[in-house]
């Protein structure tokens, strides 16, 4: 199944918060068309994800950033009018995980919340942090910073937890509107992406570990 059939399915329905573009004419942008054409060809999404030749690492997972950021908002926009407080009390994953908030600011120590307080705070946050031009530079002409790559993995482990959340508590509502099929290929996208290049700790992917085993067989097996 396309990526084209998964964003046209999703843009007819609510949106968590606005898109996130790539501006025409940069390097970022050029990726990001080439990284979308592999995927509407229909290609292995184990083989997308690999780092084409000749391009930048940084570059390749900025640009996966942005989009699985824009992704997974489209995803939880479908589900956000059933997470309340009332139903999700909890940022959780089933009754063993249980994910707390801390952002050094306003929350200094982790902290228990709602799921949908959870998931607009960690929202705003990686919109910051990828609207941070010293952090997610525009011009190809600035280097990215040491500490890039220590962000992008807490992004990714962040927009991992809106997975386990959303699979555990809300996939009724994923089948019930016909979703299933293109939130499922996300996740596969997802989780060979940061399998690849290893930026979510093997520990953070054990609520959902049954079903990848299941839907990412090959990827199991190349870790």
């Given at each position: 199944m396309s990526f084209g059939g998964f964003i046209d399915f999703f843009q007819k329905g609510k949106t968590f918060r606005p898109k996130k573009k790539f501006s025409p004419g940069t390097l970022r942008y050029s990726l990001y068309k080439h990284a979308?054409?592999?995927?509407?060809?229909?290609?292995?999404?184990?083989?997308?994800?690999?780092?084409?030749?000749?391009?930048?690492?940084?570059?390749?997972?900025?640009?996966?950033v942005v989009d699985f950021f824009n992704r997974i908002n489209l995803i939880y926009g479908t589900v956000c009018d059933y997470c309340t407080d009332t139903s999700c009390p909890t940022m959780s994953g089933g009754p063993k995980f249980e994910y707390l908030w801390a952002d050094k600011e306003r929350y200094k120590k982790p902290t228990p919340l709602p799921a949908p307080q959870?998931?607009?705070?960690?929202?705003?946050?990686?919109?910051?942090?990828?609207?941070?031009?010293?952090?997610?530079?525009?011009?190809?002409?600035?280097?990215?910073?040491?500490?890039?790559?220590?962000?992008?993995?807490?992004i990714l482990?962040?927009?991992?937890?809106?997975?386990?959340?959303?699979?555990?508590?809300?996939?009724?509502?994923i089948i019930s509107i016909g979703a299933e099929p293109h939130v499922n290929t996300c996740y596969k996208h997802f989780y060979y992406f940061i399998t690849e290049f290893d930026l979510v700790i093997n520990k953070e992917l054990e609520p959902l570990m049954e079903m990848t085993s299941k839907m990412c067989q090959d990827g199991l097996q190349n870790q």
């Open positions: 979308q054409a592999s995927l509407n060809s229909g290609i292995n999404l184990r083989n997308a994800v690999q780092l084409p030749q000749g391009e930048d690492l940084y570059d390749w997972i900025a640009v996966h959870y998931v607009s705070l960690l929202m705003d946050w990686i919109e910051t942090q990828i609207n941070n031009e010293n952090l997610f530079p525009v011009s190809t002409d600035v280097p990215f910073p040491k500490t890039f790559m220590p962000v992008c993995k807490k482990t962040r927009l991992f937890r809106v997975f386990v959340h959303v699979y555990i508590h809300h996939f009724d509502r």
